[in-house]
């Protein structure tokens, strides 16, 4: 069965830096799109970042252009966000998502989650 793992979430300084991981199985990961997607607490779900199954097109959202950067290694069916200059805003519950594009119905799987907080 399709699973996703994230890992990498941690209490971070302002400023700091983290690495998300989102480790896939279950699927052939080099033939979709993967996205990013987060929750702050009491917020409603905030696409972050998507990615295409090649690596070919990387869309970030506004918020953290020139702060995070997406990949992926299709070899390791595995997916990355680093995480740089990290503001208190960026606290939230960040998943991992299989798919990309402006309805959360072109998401079809979703992994627990793992937590970011960034505080002094």
């Known amino acids: 069965q399709v699973q996703l793992l994230e890992s990498g979430g941690d209490l971070a300084q302002p400023g700091g830096s983290l690495r998300l991981s989102c480790a896939a199985s279950?699927?052939?990961?080099?033939?979709?799109?993967m996205s990013w997607v987060r929750q702050a607490p009491g917020k409603e779900l905030e696409w972050v970042s998507g990615i295409y199954a090649d690596g070919s097109a990387i869309y970030y959202v506004d918020s953290v252009k020139g702060r995070f950067t997406i990949s992926r290694d299709n070899a390791k069916n595995t997916l990355y966000l680093q995480m740089n200059s990290l503001k208190p805003e960026d606290t939230a519950l960040y998943y991992c998502?299989?798919?990309?594009?402006?309805?959360?119905?072109?998401?079809?799987?979703w992994g627990q989650g793992t937590q970011v907080t960034v505080s002094a």
């Open positions: 279950g699927f052939t990961f080099s033939n979709y799109a």
């Open positions: 998502a299989r798919g990309y594009g402006s309805r959360w119905s072109l998401y079809d799987y």
